[in-house]
């Protein structure tokens, strides 16, 4: 049978199958964790008392929580260096940049699969491996050598023709899907491209589409490995890694859609919801306060050559900000060497350093109000660190141009061919370590044990903690940010903040009334794969989320960590009493206050059944 380039890498890595779940299990090669999910992670593998890690490689990150203001973020990252030395595991030293960049440059190999702590892996899926993001958990089993499991995913057959006109960028590219798929569009589907337009597209730029699949809720997207990766492969030393890949001719996919390059212009996703999609020309006139451009999505040695080409010359407007923060040493080795640097700086560019930085509200929080344009891949409410500020996410051409003019503007039509591409990229190892096996793991004072949980039982009565809307994002469960970050490693102190964007009282609502239940509309825990959205609301008492529907990763961290996903819409306000009661074939919901009971079939498998049963994954150990 003619297969999908998806499914020649699932099935060339396929454990085993539950067709009647429509799940199956896949062999993991390779891992990657950044430091804000990390520490969980690698807390929960040495609670598995393994000797070293059983994938063929795995990598650590530093990129997150970078300010060291106090002792907890310099804790966590010793634990994480000594961690990984001790446990055969790569470590990447904050500094060396952003983990999906850095991935794409040194680590990601064709058809390799590839599982990270990170809702932004599948970004290594540029380069035509199928790289997907978990929570900490799952990176945690994976790197002990046990499979994943996912559904079997649907593929969605992107076909690209013709190519890009001068001034739209592979941002526009995937922002315009969004626009068409949405933010729930991609749930359980894996997002392939072919077709003529692919060979006119870079890694880099492939890289990008890939990073905003995660905003589509796609469990990956991939492309294929071709000349160009070849390519790109040679000039990082990495020419051995090749293989070419691709799907077979004629292979069906389970939706078709094509998206002609030629007729695509600069779009932005508006505030607060990356498919909320405008086209650049309906913008025009909106005036800019600060311009950002970084982040996993846009941050290779590609965008800053375009924003160079924009810049040189001129000055930003001086009402507006400019932050860039080119996202590995490589890339700010490269600038450097290049003159590119210097073009950036005399425009009136504040550097930051290669990190995520503003993308997770760590630092540039906007004014009150402000407009911040942004290369990122989010902009959901709060997660800038300033509640009322607009963000809109936009090509690195946009937010160069805009930061120039002053207001939004399209750069459409524009050449910028300023720089060379044709570049040798240097090998950065710097701030890379290889394990040696030797160290003693360094737990400081803001290292806490993970809290165990018991089982929540096949009956309970429980109250409305909060009752929300369509879309919440795992940035309103549990925010990110300077105050936040650096207590991801201690459960007790971060639950203090779960929901405290949107309902201060959530916290302290669940300390005072016991046993909970969370209440939500569609998409429930989208946005990134940070386990903390279920661990906390636990801690707090949170025995079952009841939604119309979930995202991939958030619904897996729930089950997890022993609380029940149910997939009904029922009406409920704050406080009402809610009884529960579930088994192998139904899952019954009364509320008791309004009087109305729920009742569905059971749509757990048998595994995920007797993990909620047994209190989480972690008991199962
Ligand atoms: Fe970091 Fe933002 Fe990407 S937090 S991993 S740059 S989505």
């Not at 099935?11 to 891992?31: C, G, Y």
């Not at 990176?139 to 057959?157: E, N, Q, S, W, Y």
């Not at 997002?191 to 870079?202: A, C, D, H, S």
């Not at 911040?372 to 690195?396: E, I």
Request: glycine residues 8%; contains cysteine; hydrophobic residues 40%.
């Amino acid at each position: 049978m003619k297969k999908t380039l998806t499914y020649k890498i699932l099935d060339a890595h396929k454990v085993s199958e539950d067709l009647e779940n429509n799940k199956m299990s896949i062999r993991i090669d390779q891992t990657l964790t950044q430091d804000a999910t990390g520490t969980m992670a690698y807390l929960e593998f040495l609670s598995f008392g393994i000797d070293k890690v059983k994938t063929d490689l795995s990598v650590s990150y530093v990129d997150h929580n970078t300010l060291q203001n106090g002792f907890m973020n310099a804790d966590d990252h010793k634990f994480l260096q000594t961690v990984a030395d001790k446990y055969g595991i790569v470590f990447s030293k904050a500094g060396n940049g952003i983990c999906h960049q850095v991935n794409v440059e040194r680590f990601a190999v064709p058809g390799r699969t590839i599982l990270g702590s990170d809702s932004h892996t599948p970004t290594s899926s540029g380069v035509g491996a199928l790289a997907i993001g978990a929570g900490g958990l799952d990176v945690a089993c994976a790197m002990a050598g046990m499979p994943f499991t996912i559904v079997r995913p649907k593929v969605v057959g992107v076909k690209l023709i013709n190519k890009l006109r001068n001034g739209v960028s592979a941002k526009d590219i995937i922002i315009h899907l969004i626009g068409l798929m949405t933010v729930k569009g991609g749930v359980n589907k894996v997002i392939e491209y072919y077709g003529e337009g692919v060979k006119t597209l870079g890694v880099p730029e492939r890289a990008t589409i890939c990073n905003m699949g995660a905003e589509l809720g796609a469990t990956s997207s991939v492309f294929p490995s071709d000349e160009v990766t070849l390519e790109f492969l040679k000039l990082q030393g990495r020419e051995e890694d090749y293989k070419e890949l691709s799907r077979d001719e004629d292979s069906i996919y389970d939706e078709d859609i094509t998206i002609d390059l030629a007729s695509l212009e600069p779009v932005a996703s508006c505030p607060n919801s990356p498919d909320n999609v405008k086209k650049v020309s309906e913008l025009k006139d909106i005036k800019v306060d600060q311009v950002l451009i970084g982040s996993c999505t846009n941050s290779s040695y590609y965008d800053f050559v375009k924003v160079a080409s924009i810049l040189k010359g001129k000055k930003v407007h001086k009402d507006v900000s400019l932050g860039i923060a080119p996202g590995s040493q490589q890339v700010l080795q490269m600038i450097t060497k290049n003159g590119i640097l210097d073009v950036l700086l005399e425009a009136g560019a504040r550097i930051l350093e290669s990190a995520c930085g503003p993308c997770i509200g760590m630092g540039q929080s906007p004014a009150t109000d402000a407009v911040s344009l942004r290369t990122f891949n989010r902009n959901f409410y709060g997660r800038s660190g300033t509640n009322s500020a607009k963000v809109y996410l936009v090509s690195p051409e946009v937010a160069a141009l805009s930061a120039v003019n002053g207001y939004i503007s399209s750069p459409l039509g524009m050449e910028l061919n300023e720089f060379s591409m044709d570049v040798t990229y240097p090998k950065c190892d710097s701030l890379l370590y290889k394990p040696t096996f030797k160290s003693e793991v360094v737990m400081g004072p803001n290292i806490k044990p993970i809290p165990k949980f018991k089982p929540i039982g096949l009956e309970f009565d429980a109250k409305v903690m909060i009752s929300l809307e369509d879309n919440i994002t795992t940035d309103h469960i549990m925010p990110a940010g300077a105050k936040v970050l650096p207590y991801r490693s201690n459960i007790e102190k971060i639950s203090e903040f779960v929901f405290s964007n949107i309902d201060e009282g959530f916290s302290k609502r669940c300390l005072d009334n016991g046993d909970g239940v969370i209440v939500a509309k569609t998409n429930y825990g989208q946005g990134s794969s940070r386990e903390h959205a279920a661990i906390a609301p636990r801690y707090l008492g949170i025995k079952a989320v009841i939604a119309s529907s979930f995202a991939r990763i958030h619904k897996k961290n729930l089950i997890n960590f022993g609380i029940l996903p149910i997939e009904l819409d029922i009406e409920a306000d704050l406080l009402d009493e809610i009884k529960v009661s579930w088994n192998k074939d139904t899952i019954k919901v009364t509320n008791v206050t309004k009087g109305k009971t729920y009742e569905r079939d059971c749509d757990l498998s048998s595994e995920e059944y007797n993990l909620i049963s047994v209190g989480g994954l972690l008991n199962t150990f």
